[in-house]
């Protein structure tokens, strides 16, 4: 038969367990991290999001330091503002690749008026704008001890507004890494940011941001 | 007695047990929420009626996977003689959560727009972008207007920015008979504790008429409409 006693003597430990626990628990997080347990490098990635926004303005804040790959086509430069939101997961070979996300990337020439801007639609594991192929993706370790995300290549909706306003589609790839939070102070970075329009615009190179933030989850 | 003892043993346990929880579970982190919302161009005036465009609001973010974006663009857009601007962009997105932190959230708009010309060229600027990014962690929470910049800015026929430039937060600069501008106009919110968020308005017109006294003298100003180019807000908290 149950007794009140028994109800004493379990609470009271728990109680004091969780209120030792809960005052005991470190409250910083520290903005470096190391490899979690899972990580197995390659083509594999956490199941994990990146959420960014913001500003860079190449050629001027260059992360060359944790950019994996060179230059690829002419420098881009001038003022580049975007948005994003990517969900990575696995595929059926265990390839990272985008599950869903959104991506958009503006460039404002800067010899005005001029502007480009491209967007990247990922849903149910494909593409939007072809409707059929996988987006690949993968992370790595910053020297910062952040954690970047690269997507692509993949094809982009792009719209060059003074261009007799062309539509075009083409390969783009975007870069992006959390370095600490917030992800700009005055001046630059942290975080830092590159965009790839593959065929046509050229590469901003990994900047660190002048506005904005980016989140690795 | 014995009885009695037992009680209050039992509500004093009982106690203990919900405080610890409560304990518990405020360290751990409560459900965080972010918000953000960006526009290009606001304008109310007495003559024309209210446009805000284009608009991108992000949706509602919560639970442990919570992450969105929204954008929303345009080639052109004018209101009359009041405004005429081109390339408007927006952008807002936010997530909460970042590295199994439940506390951390973060939030960050970014509002472009170019060739802006506001009442027929008594302002004009090739370009504006309007950035805030707000992040909470376990050390608090911060906004900042980094990356906010107004291009070739003439007010009045003064120059205020040659190239891409910066001006003090909240200035103000008169427009004879018509009112006055703000020119990065901060606008800060939350407790930098537990939330935090901005608005900046890179340029925030505020068009004023002269309100008369029984002699004809002017005895004040009314605020009769607003203009507002590039336009940013983030926000995070519980």
Redesign the interface.
Known sequence: MFK??Y??ML??P??????V???D?P???SPR?SKPNFWAGGEQCPGS?F?????IDPPDHLDAEDQEDPQSGSQMSG?V?????V?LGSDADGNCVVEKG?I?V?H?QPE??F?V?W?VSIHDGVNSTDGSTPVPAHTYFSSRGGLCVVVGPTTARGHA?TLG?VKFTEQTRMSAC?NG??????GFGPDAFRWESMENFGDTQLQF?????I??? | MKRIH??W??R???L??????T??????GVAQSVSGRAYGVYASTPLGSTVQAPLAVLPAVSGP?G???A?A?S?GLSAGSALSV??L?S?????V?????PS?A?A???A?V??VNILSGVITA??V?A?V?S?R???GA?S?????TL?DLVVAGTQVTSG?GTVEPNTRMDLPGTGYVVLNEQIPSGDGVTSSGLTVNMIHVVLQQPILGLLGEVIGYQTVGNIIVGSATSAVGN
Not at chain 2, 16 to 21: D, H, S
Request: charged share 15%; hydrophobic share 35%; aromatic share 6%.
């Open positions: 009140p006693r109800l004493v609470a009271a728990a109680a004091i367990a969780l209120g626990w809960s005052c628990r409250t910083t997080v991290m999001k959420t960014g926004g913001g500003r003022k503002t975007f948005g994003f939101n969900f959104e958009q503006v404002h005005y008026p502007q801007t967007h507004v306003g959390d939070e917030p992800g700009s102070s005055p941001l002048t506005g904005g933030n989140q690795a989850h | 037992t009680q043993a039992s004093l346990a009982a203990g047990l919900i405080v610890g929880l304990a518990g579970l405020a360290t751990a996977d992450g969105d974006m954008n663009e080639d081109d390339f962009n952008i807002t997105s936010g997530s959560d970042r590295f199994g932190d951390a973060a960050q708009s970014v472009s170019g060739n090739a370009g972008i950035s990014a992040t962690t376990a050390d911060v900042n207007a980094d990356g906010s291009t891409d």
